[in-house]
């Protein structure tokens, strides 16, 4: 018998409402009706993720010491709730084919109890293929067993990373959909975090199987030359963003590697315009007070958390000088004033550009500062390498 439902799909800040047929099995409609998948991740997902600070080297004390951190430092205040261990976890399968944690997980369901009581959430790693991208088990041919597992355990979040999977574009796409059908399954809602890096339009399809967050591009490094190119290169994806759906340009190296304090707020910056999912990867426990105010500016991560949930974009370029701007709920523009050059120098951003009238109120979000009111443009010097981020409302 076929069967109706109203399917609301939020595209570029607008609602469309769709009547769409069940009996069709609409992928899209599921996702958004299903087990409440766009409410999973309503907001970019915000936490912590061991991969860039700790790779292999990660067992159940860390994770625990780095989730008492998060809460002892005031992250977790600021909304940084996941703590999601990445690839080196699994151990063998048992006799039943359910997974095991290897010897430095003896206890995944008492880590994640630990982490629940203390008002955070709990995050893993799998693979589509057989092994992950470190060699460990995958999930291949053993999704539904894993779901359950997962779900058993109480994971709040899993991210499935695309390594050793053999098959084209299709293949993918139902191998990746196969497995959000069962964590739907479960009844448990876990965010789907896929790790897909950009090939074949993941931002396109991503939606249709489940995700929450995609990977646009391939890892970042530990450099302000690599963060650039993939945080300025996200440009044009906006329209696949919004509730329940990012495009995730990979973690936040602050506060770890080779970047200065003004390359540091320029990632942050550029993630937040870009309602990017915010996962710090420094050592927790070692953070220094700069990492700290980076990572915790609250009025930068309203704008990444903004209930409007759209994606930012470049307005203006000039040169090594570009202006990014991300509409809010409340009217207002957050803008950035980007400097990729390498010397300081003035940036200007023209209100007609970031869709402001004439006359506009100023706030320097780092400085957490009200600037005045500007007539057309704002202009700051900008170092090297460095933004000044604002919010500007029209005048009226
Ligand atoms: C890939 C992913 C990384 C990390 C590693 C783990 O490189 O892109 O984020 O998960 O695999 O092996």
Same mark, same amino acid.
Request: charged share 20%.
């Given at each position: !018998?076929?069967?109706? @439902?109203?399917?609301?799909?939020?595209? +570029?800040? $607008?609602?469309?409402?769709?009547?769409?047929?069940?009996?069709?099995?609409?992928?899209?409609? $599921? *996702?958004?009706?299903?087990?409440?998948?766009?409410?999973?991740?309503?907001?970019?997902?915000?936490?912590?993720?061991?991969?860039?600070?700790?790779?292999?080297?990660?067992?159940?004390?860390?994770?625990?010491?780095?989730?008492?951190?998060?809460?002892?430092?005031?992250?977790?205040?600021? /909304?940084?709730?996941?703590?999601?261990?990445?690839?080196?976890?699994? /151990?063998?399968?048992?006799?039943?084919?359910?997974?095991?944690?290897?010897?430095?997980?003896?206890?995944?369901?008492?880590?994640?109890?630990? @982490?629940?009581?203390?008002?955070?959430?709990?995050?893993?790693?799998?693979?589509? /293929?057989?092994?992950?991208?470190?060699?460990?088990? +995958?999930? %291949?041919?053993?999704?539904?067993?894993?779901?359950?597992?997962?779900?058993?355990? +109480?994971?709040?979040?899993?991210?499935?990373?695309?390594?050793?999977?053999?098959?084209?574009?299709?293949?993918?796409?139902?191998?990746?959909?196969? !497995?959000?059908?069962?964590?739907?399954?479960?009844?448990?809602?876990?965010?789907?975090?896929?790790?897909?890096?950009?090939?074949?339009?993941?931002?396109?399809?991503?939606?249709? #199987?489940?995700?929450?967050?995609?990977?646009?591009?391939?890892?970042?490094?530990?450099?302000?030359?690599?963060?650039?190119? #993939?945080?300025?290169?996200?440009?044009?994806?906006?329209?696949?963003?919004?509730?329940?759906?990012?495009?995730?340009?990979?973690?936040?190296?602050?506060?770890?590697?080779?970047?200065?304090?003004?390359?540091?707020?320029?990632?942050?910056?550029?993630?937040? $315009?870009?309602?990017?999912?915010?996962?710090?990867? &420094?050592?927790?426990?070692?953070?220094?007070?700069?990492?700290?105010?980076?990572?915790?500016?609250?009025?930068?991560?309203?704008?990444?958390?903004?209930? &409007?949930?759209?994606?930012?974009?470049?307005?203006?370029?000039?040169?090594?000088?570009? #202006?990014?701007?991300?509409?809010?709920?409340?009217? +207002?523009?957050?803008?950035?004033?980007?400097?990729?050059?390498?010397?300081?120098?003035?940036?200007?951003?023209?209100?007609?550009?970031?869709?402001?009238?004439?006359?506009?109120?100023?706030?320097?979000? *780092? &400085?957490?500062?009200?600037?005045?009111? %500007?007539?057309?443009?704002?202009?700051?010097?900008?170092?090297?390498?460095?933004?000044? !981020?604002?919010?500007?409302?029209?005048?009226?």
């Amino acid at each position: !018998m076929r069967s109706t @439902l109203t399917c609301r799909v939020a595209a +570029g800040g $607008l609602t469309l409402g769709l009547l769409l047929s069940l009996s069709m099995a609409t992928p899209r409609c $599921l *996702w958004a009706e299903q087990g409440g998948r766009t409410e999973v991740a309503r907001r970019p997902p915000m936490g912590w993720n061991s991969w860039y600070g700790f790779g292999c080297k990660v067992t159940d004390g860390l994770i625990r010491a780095q989730a008492e951190a998060l809460v002892a430092s005031g992250m977790k205040a600021a /909304g940084y709730v996941y703590v999601n261990i990445d690839d080196c976890w699994q /151990g063998q399968r048992d006799a039943q084919g359910v997974i095991q944690g290897n010897n430095n997980f003896p206890d995944q369901p008492g880590l994640a109890a630990f @982490l629940h009581s203390k008002g955070l959430k709990f995050g893993i790693y799998s693979s589509p /293929g057989p092994r992950t991208c470190a060699g460990y088990e +995958g999930s %291949f041919g053993h999704e539904e067993k894993d779901a359950e597992t997962y779900a058993a355990w +109480g994971v709040d979040f899993l991210k499935y990373d695309y390594c050793s999977f053999k098959g084209d574009a299709p293949a993918q796409i139902a191998a990746y959909k196969k !497995m959000h059908d069962a964590l739907v399954s479960t009844g448990r809602p876990m965010v789907f975090s896929l790790c897909q890096y950009g090939m074949d339009r993941v931002w396109a399809w991503g939606p249709e #199987v489940g995700g929450n967050l995609w990977r646009t591009t391939g890892d970042l490094d530990y450099n302000y030359r690599r963060i650039s190119e #993939v945080g300025f290169g996200q440009n044009g994806l906006q329209r696949f963003a919004g509730p329940g759906h990012w495009n995730d340009p990979d973690m936040l190296l602050v506060g770890l590697g080779k970047m200065t304090e003004d390359e540091n707020r320029t990632q942050l910056s550029l993630w937040c $315009l870009l309602a990017a999912p915010l996962l710090a990867s &420094a050592d927790l426990t070692q953070m220094t007070p700069q990492t700290r105010d980076i990572l915790m500016n609250p009025e930068v991560i309203a704008v990444d958390q903004d209930p &409007a949930g759209i994606q930012g974009r470049r307005v203006a370029q000039e040169g090594p000088l570009e #202006v990014w701007v991300k509409p809010l709920g409340d009217g +207002g523009k957050a803008a950035g004033l980007f400097n990729r050059g390498r010397s300081a120098m003035p940036v200007t951003a023209y209100f007609k550009d970031l869709g402001v009238g004439e006359s506009a109120r100023v706030r320097d979000l *780092w &400085a957490r500062q009200d600037l005045g009111v %500007f007539k057309g443009s704002f202009t700051a010097e900008v170092p090297k390498h460095g933004v000044v !981020m604002i919010k500007v409302t029209s005048d009226k």
